[in-house]
């Protein structure tokens, strides 16, 4: 009999993903906000530490949601072996 695919892990693989694509998103609302604003005559200073900022928090978050999923999975897999 094949093991299923534990769904928790499928949950967290999930909300990995969500978590990068919003990052994808707030980084491009950061580049439109900062063309903005540089169109109007503004100077924008501190753009590249928030950008690296919020790439690594967006990475981060989504591996780290990922890893525990691909950890659950294994676990699930071993408690499935010894049965």
């Known amino acids: 009999m094949k093991k299923p695919?534990?769904?928790?892990?499928v949950?967290?693989?999930?909300?990995a993903?969500?978590?990068l694509l919003s990052g994808v998103?707030?980084?491009?609302t950061l580049l439109e906000t900062a063309r903005w604003l540089h169109e109007?005559?503004?100077?924008v200073y501190a753009f590249e530490g928030s950008a690296?900022?919020?790439i690594s928090i967006s990475v981060s978050a989504a591996a780290q949601l990922?890893?525990?999923g691909v950890m659950i999975e294994?676990?699930?897999q071993i408690r499935w072996s010894v049965r």
């Open 17 to 19: 993903l969500f978590a």
């Open 25 to 28: 998103v707030q980084y491009a």
């Open 40 to 43: 109007g005559g503004d100077r």
């Open 74 to 76: 294994l676990f699930d």
């Open 11 to 15: 949950v967290l693989w999930v909300v």
């Open 66 to 68: 990922a890893g525990v």
């Open 52 to 54: 690296l900022r919020l």
């Open 5 to 9: 695919i534990n769904k928790f892990a």
